[in-house]
C-alpha cells in the first residue's frame, strides 16, 4: 500500500472529499492543466491539519492552492497529493466593529461584500480581484493605488507538521506581489482585516467605479490570470509589450489579450505549453527591444 493511499484512506475516515484524476482546467482561471493525482477538499482547519499530519507521517510534501486564479498547471498534471482551499472552506465574521476574520478559502470578492454589508471602508480596491483570501495575503495582491498589506493585521497558519501558527503585520514583511509566506512553508488558514466605518453609500460607488475600469480595460470575457508579467520598476508590463508590436500575438490557443497586453489569454483551445511558450517570446523580444526584462507573476506548477 503506497503513501497516497494511506492518505486517502485517512481522509475517508475523516469524511474528507477528495478527487481522484482531477482535471486541473477545472481548477485554474487560465483553463489549462493535466489531471492532479488526487485533490483533497478539506471544508475546516481540523480537516487540514490531520491532512498534512498525514502528509508528514508518509512523508509526502503535498501542492496547496487556492481558487487557481494566479496558476500555471503543466499539461502533464501534478503527482502526488494536493489541497485545494477554496469552495468548501469559507468563513467570515467580525471580531469587532471594524475588524474581520476570514478563512483562507473565502473568495475575495466575497470579502469586499462583507465589508459593505458592515459600511467598511479599506479594501475597494481588491473588489474584482480573483482569487481566494489567502492568496491575496499570500501574493500581497494588489490594485488601484491599495494593497492587502494596508488592511492585513495579521494571518493564521499551519505548519507542514499541522501545528498552529500566526504572523502579524510587524512579520509579515510585504513587498510587490509578495510576503513573508512567499519564502515560507506554511499553509495560511486565515487572516484578519482592520478597516474603518464608513458611508455604505460611498462604499458601493467606490467598488462599482473600480470593478467598472476592471470590465472597461481588461479581457474579463476570456480565460487567464490576470496581469501575466510583474510590473518592472519604472515601466508597466503591458505598455512594453504593446510597444513592441506583440498586442494580438499568438501561440497556439494563447494570446496577448487585444485588449490589455498586460493579459496572456486562452483565446481557445490552449495548452500551457502554449502559454509559456508565449510568455517566453514575449519576454525575450521586450528584453530585447528594452532592455526591462519582464518576470513571470503567474506561478507554473510541474
Do not use: W
Request: aromatic share 8%.
Amino acid at each position: 500500500m503506497n503513501s497516497i493511499t494511506n492518505i486517502i484512506e485517512g481522509a475517508e475516515k475523516l469524511g474528507i472529499k477528495y478527487r481522484l484524476d482531477a482535471p486541473m482546467s477545472e481548477y485554474t482561471s487560465f483553463r489549462t492543466g493535466g489531471k492532479a493525482d488526487v485533490v483533497f477538499l478539506p471544508s475546516s482547519e481540523l480537516q487540514i491539519r490531520s491532512l498534512l499530519r498525514m502528509c508528514s507521517d508518509e512523508e509526502v510534501k503535498p501542492f496547496i492552492f487556492g481558487n487557481g486564479s494566479n496558476l500555471l498547471v503543466s499539461d502533464d498534471g501534478i503527482r502526488g497529493v494536493s489541497i485545494r482551499l477554496a469552495n468548501n472552506f469559507e468563513e467570515i465574521r467580525l471580531l469587532d466593529e471594524t475588524t474581520i476574520y476570514c478563512s483562507a478559502g473565502t473568495k475575495l470578492a466575497s470579502l469586499c461584500k462583507f465589508a459593505l454589508e458592515h459600511s467598511l471602508t479599506g479594501l475597494e480596491f481588491a473588489y474584482g480581484i480573483p482569487g481566494t483570501a489567502g492568496g491575496a495575503a499570500y501574493m500581497n495582491a494588489g490594485a488601484y493605488g491599495g494593497e492587502m498589506k494596508d488592511v492585513l493585521t495579521c494571518c493564521t497558519h499551519l505548519d507542514f507538521e499541522g501545528n498552529p501558527g500566526r504572523l502579524t503585520k510587524e512579520y509579515l514583511t510585504f513587498g510587490y506581489r509578495r510576503s513573508s509566506y512567499t519564502d515560507k512553508y506554511f499553509v495560511i488558514t486565515g487572516i484578519i482585516v482592520s478597516l474603518k466605518k464608513g458611508d455604505k453609500e460611498e462604499i458601493n460607488a467606490k467598488m462599482q467605479e473600480l470593478l467598472g475600469r476592471r470590465v472597461d480595460k481588461q479581457p474579463l470575457d476570456l480565460p487567464s490570470a490576470g496581469s501575466f508579467f510583474k510590473r518592472p520598476e519604472g515601466h508597466f508590463a503591458g505598455a512594453l509589450i504593446e510597444q513592441c508590436g506583440l498586442k494580438g500575438f499568438s501561440v497556439g490557443g494563447a494570446q496577448v489579450s487585444e485588449k490589455h497586453a498586460g493579459f496572456v489569454v486562452n483565446k481557445g483551445g490552449a495548452t500551457t505549453a502554449d502559454i509559456m511558450e508565449l510568455g517566453r517570446i514575449v519576454a525575450e523580444k521586450v528584453l530585447g527591444e528594452t532592455g526591462v526584462e519582464l518576470e513571470r507573476e503567474v506561478k507554473y506548477i510541474g
